[in-house]
């Protein structure tokens, strides 16, 4: 347990910094002078270097010790965070943001890789559950206590507050962590780092860009940078399949259930993530909230998904994964479209309970379906497949955040053009509920095929490496 704990107290504040601006872009962009494309990259250069960062999380595990690992990305974090703290300038700002970026990515791939191996599969969702407080809760509850700090003590205090906390988990690793991975130090291909970073990190930037651009997919620059992304991919994909030492080892998609969550995870987050984003600019702009308000909006939500996921991970062992995401995937769908019929004059309450039943059905599909696709995999995969699920949460976050915002943007722009009165303000609330609208009814479809997905998932069995990878299937 103080192996566990050591970890999940560096992570939840770690964490925590993924979704803790979310609410606080707007006062940044008025206390900086600059727009919201300019803004977003405290959420996209972030999830940029994550995406970096973490394809090599695999490599790293087998070079050096569980508690070197720790300590010093707890470190790097700190130091990120007190750049933040004091930062005079918005480059400044966003370089310690950069900073923050590098310890966190590879927090999580640490987290799974000794639960893993410390746990047996028959308690690995009750535990899962646990870390899901971490995960979910961390940084869903970020807007709420954003909102609340940015009010009353100013955004600096967004990251004064969490120093002291990342200084106590350095010291109560070094007191408690112990080390349970084994150091085998495979070859290290420096062309595969290459792939890996061109390859995830233009991919990340391309999409990043998007809204930078009032042309947003029409720029050149943009699908310029993906495409690179999307070669670079594809080259270190097939060069890992080569190596007998690859640094990211993709046989983990040989196994169904793994492949099944992958998929499900990618929805999940991407759908997560645009309401995080979305939902605090529309509460802020049509609805005229303060950033405290908005940010207790969406308390309930946070808190229960915290609650649950423990709850969620204990049926999980009992039941399996089925049980809880076909009607997890049903509310949520059902959610989404709700949420895409909101007007200039929806009352509150209906947000709080739309965001309270997404966190909800949130919490009972992700864990789930991650636990289950990692169980299946033998034990010489756990690092390959920990690295592969971490390396999509910000892959797949700054897709949706930047196709999102953009949808939002270009359809806002589109209603302002047919308006007669395109500088009123209410004419500019009622184009930005417009885009509200449209992306959360894309939400919808997407959450169609998590409904189609829950219905053919299985509990999956560990294996070993000379088993049939079609898993015997339990009830």
């Not at 999830?47 to 087998?62: D, H, R």
């Not at 009353?152 to 349970?180: C, D, H, K, Q, T």
């Not at 966190?359 to 497949?385: C, D």
């Amino acid at each position: 347990m103080p192996i566990m704990l050591s970890l999940i107290i560096g992570a939840f504040f770690a964490i925590l910094n993924e979704t803790l601006l979310n609410i606080a872009l707007v006062t940044l962009m008025d206390q900086f002078s600059i727009s919201l494309a300019t803004v977003q990259w405290m959420a996209t250069g972030f999830l940029l270097v994550m995406a970096i960062v973490i394809p090599i999380s695999a490599l790293l595990l087998q070079w050096f010790t569980t508690r070197q690992l720790f300590l010093s990305t707890m470190a790097v974090f700190t130091v990120g965070t007190i750049i933040c703290a004091s930062a005079p300038t918005f480059p400044i700002l966003l370089t310690g943001r950069l900073i923050q970026a590098v310890g966190t990515g590879l927090l999580m791939p640490i987290i799974f890789n000794v639960f893993l191996l410390i746990y047996p599969p028959h308690r690995r969702g009750k535990i899962m559950g646990i870390i899901g407080l971490v995960i979910m809760f961390a940084p869903a509850i970020g807007p709420t206590l954003s909102g609340v700090i940015v009010e009353y003590l100013g955004w600096r205090y967004l990251f004064i507050i969490v120093i002291p906390f990342a200084l106590f988990s350095i010291v109560f690793g070094y007191r408690f962590l112990i080390n349970v991975s084994e150091v085998t130090k495979p070859k290290i291909d420096f062309v595969s780092l290459i792939l890996s970073t061109i390859g995830f990190g233009s991919i990340v930037y391309g999409f990043s860009s998007v809204g930078e651009s009032a042309n947003g997919f029409q720029t050149p620059s943009v699908w310029l940078f993906i495409s690179i992304g999307a070669v670079g991919i594809a080259l270190f994909a097939w060069r890992q399949m080569k190596l007998e030492e690859p640094i990211m080892d993709l046989r983990v998609f040989r196994y169904p259930m793994f492949t099944h969550a992958v998929f499900m995870f990618l929805i999940i987050i991407m759908a997560m993530f645009a309401s995080e984003i979305i939902l605090p600019i529309y509460m802020q702009g049509p609805l005229a909230l303060t950033a405290a308000t908005a940010g207790l909006v969406l308390l309930p939500g946070s808190i229960l998904n915290g609650i649950m996921s423990p709850f969620m991970g204990s049926l999980f062992d009992k039941f399996g994964p089925r049980v809880l995401m076909i009607p997890a995937t049903l509310i949520l769908s059902g959610t989404m479209f709700m949420m895409s019929q909101l007007t200039m004059n929806t009352p509150v309450w209906v947000v709080v309970i739309g965001y309270i039943l997404i966190m909800l059905s949130v919490s009972a599909i992700m864990m789930p379906a991650e636990t289950n696709g990692l169980n299946q995999l033998p034990k010489r995969l756990y690092p390959h497949g920990t690295a592969v699920m971490s390396t999509l949460q910000p892959v797949a976050g700054a897709i949706g955040v930047s196709v999102f915002i953009s949808i939002m943007n270009a359809r806002q722009l589109h209603v302002l053009q047919k308006s007669a009165t395109p500088n009123d303000p209410g004419a500019i609330s009622l184009a930005l509920v417009s885009g509200v609208e449209l992306v959360y009814f894309i939400a919808f479809a997407m959450s169609i095929v998590a409904v189609i997905l829950s219905f053919i998932v299985y509990r999956a069995v560990p294996m070993e490496d000379n088993e049939n990878t079609g898993s015997k299937r339990q009830s």
